[in-house]
């Protein structure tokens, strides 16, 4: 394959992103889409009802052996497809950070659990990423490979914590926060709106004090919302943090409210993200933020949208957004959650 043909596939799968997905999903059974969304999730991943998010257990096996990464179509020179895109595609932000790898999930049962092993960033683009990539351009033999994409045992699973964050207001109208993704900056989902925050798991330099979803969801608030820096390799020191500390500090007397609602797969490109919304009451919510910042390192931040059925409804059957992002919204709509 030359890397022109490689290039001219990259770009329709980018400019196509959505399109694809809708397709990709009709390929799997109706009882696996999440709320009527494209995501796909086995029952076991979906709670009938939110769960706080401090109840969810996480377990840390840093000796878990990695699964088998399979090849795919490359140009010339390149061992990887994480490779390629560096080469010939390199998006703005794009570095293989270590990441929190998915090893077992059940957020149905009583006890919600999570267990992981360590991982890369890149683990996900040389599967996910490109069986979208082969998706796109016709071929099958990686999704073939990979078969049930919800399946630790079939690939290695980065998982994104994404967060609808809705500002509080029962008197005059609750509303949350969409982002939409530049395809220069981001080497995945660009184009596509998604719920804001939205971030892979992974530690910043200390991998125990960072193995932790909520300390996860506070460092993406500051980078989305706040436009403040993520700075990777220094520690976070997240008790004399003050803006952690005042919204963790809101859990505690009920103003802040952190819930999952389930973890799901996208059709298209196997990104898996744990759903998760964050309900702040309005007065907590402007002392925290002020103005909400209109863009960031990986694309713009929309105004604040209503969260009402009309809302929901365009952004999940009508616009261009990511799988996690629609059924998010859908759930957090079923549930009231605003």
């Given at each position: ?10 770009r329709?799968?980018?400019e196509?992103r959505?399109r694809?997905g809708?397709?990709?999903a009709g390929e799997?059974p109706a009882?696996?889409r999440v709320?009527g969304?494209p995501?796909?999730a086995?029952?076991?991943w979906?709670?009938?009802d939110?769960?706080p998010?401090a ?6 096996d840093?000796?878990a052996?990695s699964?088998a990464?399979a ?6 020179g ?6 390629a895109?560096?080469?010939l595609?390199?998006p703005?932000?794009?570095?293989n950070?270590?990441?929190y790898?998915l090893?077992d999930?059940?957020?149905a049962?009583?006890?919600p659990?999570l267990?992981f092993?360590?991982g890369s960033?890149f683990d996900?683009?040389?599967t996910g ?5 082969e ?6 033999d990686?999704?073939?490979?990979i078969g049930?994409?919800?399946?630790p045992?079939?690939r290695?699973?980065n998982?994104a914590i994404?967060t609808?964050t809705i500002?509080?207001d029962k008197?005059?109208g609750?509303?949350f ?5 530049d395809p220069?900056?981001v080497g ?8 804001a ?5 992974q530690p910043t330099s200390?991998?125990t004090?960072d193995?932790?979803?909520?300390h996860n ?9 706040l436009?403040?820096?993520?700075d990777?390799g220094?520690?976070v020191?997240y008790?004399n943090?003050?803006?952690a500390a ?8 009920g ?5 999952c ?8 490109t196997?990104?898996t993200?744990l ?5 702040i009451d309005?007065?907590?919510f ?13 694309g713009?931040?929309?105004a604040p949208?209503p969260f009402?059925a009309?809302?929901?409804?365009d ?8 799988a996690a992002?629609a ?6 709509w ?5």
């Amino acid at each position: 394959m030359t890397p022109e043909t490689w290039l001219a596939e990259r770009r329709h799968l980018v400019e196509n992103r959505y399109r694809l997905g809708v397709q990709a999903a009709g390929e799997y059974p109706a009882e696996r889409r999440v709320a009527g969304t494209p995501l796909l999730a086995p029952a076991h991943w979906i709670p009938a009802d939110p769960i706080p998010l401090a109840s969810v257990r996480l377990e840390f096996d840093p000796a878990a052996a990695s699964s088998a990464v399979a090849a795919t179509s490359l140009p010339p020179g390149y061992a990887s497809y994480a490779e390629a895109v560096t080469g010939l595609a390199r998006p703005a932000v794009f570095e293989n950070r270590p990441t929190y790898r998915l090893l077992d999930a059940d957020l149905a049962g009583p006890g919600p659990i999570l267990r992981f092993g360590r991982g890369s960033y890149f683990d996900s683009m040389n599967t996910g990423e490109a069986a979208a990539h082969e998706y796109a351009a016709g071929r099958d033999d990686l999704r073939t490979a990979i078969g049930n994409p919800w399946d630790p045992a079939r690939r290695p699973i980065n998982v994104a914590i994404s967060t609808l964050t809705i500002r509080s207001d029962k008197d005059r109208g609750s509303r949350f926060y969409l982002h939409w993704r530049d395809p220069s900056k981001v080497g995945h989902a660009g184009g596509l709106y998604q719920v804001a925050p939205s971030g892979i798991f992974q530690p910043t330099s200390d991998e125990t004090s960072d193995f932790s979803l909520w300390h996860n969801i506070l460092r993406e608030l500051s980078e989305e919302l706040l436009g403040r820096p993520e700075d990777y390799g220094v520690p976070v020191d997240y008790t004399n943090w003050p803006f952690a500390a005042r919204v963790t500090a809101g859990l505690t007397d009920g103003t802040v409210r952190a819930q999952c609602v389930g973890l799901g797969v996208d059709p298209l490109t196997f990104a898996t993200d744990l759903l998760t919304v964050l309900s702040i009451d309005a007065d907590v919510f402007d002392d925290l933020f002020g103005e909400v910042v209109a863009g960031n390192e990986e694309g713009r931040v929309l105004a604040p949208l209503p969260f009402s059925a009309a809302a929901v409804d365009d952004y999940v059957r009508h616009q261009p957004m990511q799988a996690a992002g629609a059924a998010l919204l859908q759930l957090a709509w079923s549930h009231q959650l605003g």
